[in-house]
């Protein structure tokens, strides 16, 4: 796979370069196959995951479930292409990851995922209102600052738009990620433990927004969560135990 940089366009491509219809995998916004994850440690080789295959398709909205360590955010780092796997193979919005280097992979994040990490990784120089609006401009938006503005509206932080994340509580920088994560209006939504940080009001309060989002735009939600409450509104919920993976599908 190959993707081409316009130097008129300011390196900006259209997704279809990187989406091909004839991709076995395009009906499903991720897929992968036989994944495999493998690290060397102080005590030998560690299997994180083994040999997991899943599709997952556009709109639906989706629990990665399991104990501390089970490899819940490997998992999440691997379907959004931030880390690569030690076998199989991953598709996301049709592409296939394994055939595209690393400004490939980065330009389809931008273009079509949102990401929360478990650690907010918000840019600390930037206000919270700079922070929602830095993909937007980078996307070409019109009127990213309103854009923004709105989005803090939605998280409850609008009040707090000038603030840089050191101002911030942990569940306020936490909201500031998700309005972030959502700028680019993404197709896919991957997030480490949404409502982690957040009160039972709070939390609840984000899992409206994000499930909101999911019905509006059709926003695929891929959502490691510890919180019943948070796995419960998914469709389906996939548990990692010892590397492996188990399906339920919920009522
Ligand atoms: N680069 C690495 N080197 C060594 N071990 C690693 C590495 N990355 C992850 N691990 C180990 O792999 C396992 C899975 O980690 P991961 O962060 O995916 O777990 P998790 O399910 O997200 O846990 P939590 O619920 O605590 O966030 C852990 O035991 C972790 O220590
Ligand atoms: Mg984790």
Not at 80 to 91: C, E, I, K, Y
Not at 95 to 114: F, H, K, T
Not at 137 to 163: C, F, N, S, T, Y
Request: proline share 5%; charged share 25%.
């Amino acid at each position: 796979m190959r993707v081409d940089h316009d130097p008129g366009t300011g390196g900006q491509v259209s997704v279809a370069a990187v989406a091909p219809l004839d991709n076995p995998a395009a009906a499903c916004i991720a897929r992968v196959e036989n994944l495999g994850k493998e690290v060397v440690s102080p005590e030998g080789k560690l299997i994180i995951l083994d040999g997991i295959s899943f599709s997952i398709a556009q709109g639906e909205s989706v629990a990665v479930v399991g104990a501390s360590g089970s490899g819940k955010s490997t998992l999440l780092g691997l379907l959004a292409g931030l880390d690569t796997p030690s076998r199989g193979r991953v598709w996301l919005a049709g592409a296939d990851l394994g055939e595209m280097d690393e400004d490939g992979r980065a330009l389809l994040r931008a273009q079509r995922v949102g990401f929360v990490f478990q650690s907010f990784q918000l840019l600390t120089g930037l206000t919270a209102l700079e922070n929602v609006m830095l993909p937007l401009e980078l996307a070409g938006q019109p009127d990213p600052r309103r854009q923004a503005l709105d989005l803090l509206d939605r998280v409850g932080l609008k009040a707090r738009a000038r603030h840089y994340p050191s101002q911030l509580s942990g569940g306020e920088q936490q909201r500031v990620a998700i309005a972030r994560a959502f700028a680019g209006n993404p197709a896919v939504l991957f997030a480490d433990e949404p409502t982690g940080n957040l009160d039972q009001k709070t939390g609840h309060r984000i899992i409206e927004l994000l499930f909101a989002l999911n019905r509006e735009q059709g926003t695929t939600l891929i959502l490691v969560t510890h919180d019943p409450e948070l796995a419960a509104y998914c469709d389906r919920v996939l548990e990692l135990d010892d590397g492996r993976l188990r399906e339920r599908r919920e009522g």
